[in-house]
């Protein structure tokens, strides 16, 4: 069993930065690749960043340059540093951990999801 717990959300300005975490606990994590989803009401879950157990990395162009996905596997966490951010940056965030097949940034590459965690940035 995998568990997923975000934080670090929050309130931000445009322009400012935020530095997500996601908290991983169960087995056979360093196996997996891990991403980023975001997802505001009414529209489907769009993959941000990802990153696979050889560390490779994975961006949405929406977000590329702005955004840094890194994992501390000692620590079983998962962090997510965005830079410069803008209005349409305002989401639920939420964390993933699966086998990574196909594209990356696809939810169906990923099993276990966390609950989320808002970020709003205002202009």
């Known amino acids: 069993q995998v568990q997923l717990v975000e934080s670090g959300g929050g309130s931000v300005q445009s322009g400012g930065s935020l530095s997500l975490s996601c908290a991983a606990s169960?087995?056979?994590?360093?196996?997996?690749?891990m991403a980023w989803f975001r997802q505001v009401p009414g529209k489907e879950r769009e993959g941000v960043a990802a990153i696979d157990s050889g560390d490779s990395t994975s961006y949405a162009d929406s977000v590329k340059g702005r955004a840094t996905i890194s994992i501390d596997n000692a620590e079983n966490t998962l962090y997510l540093q965005m830079n410069s951010l803008k209005p349409e940056d305002s989401s639920m965030y939420y964390c993933?951990?699966?086998w990574g097949l196909g594209s990356a940034l696809s939810e169906d590459a990923y099993v276990h999801w966390g609950q989320g965690t808002q970020v709003t940035v205002s202009s």
């Open positions: 169960g087995d056979g994590l360093v196996r997996y690749s």
């Open positions: 993933a951990a699966g």
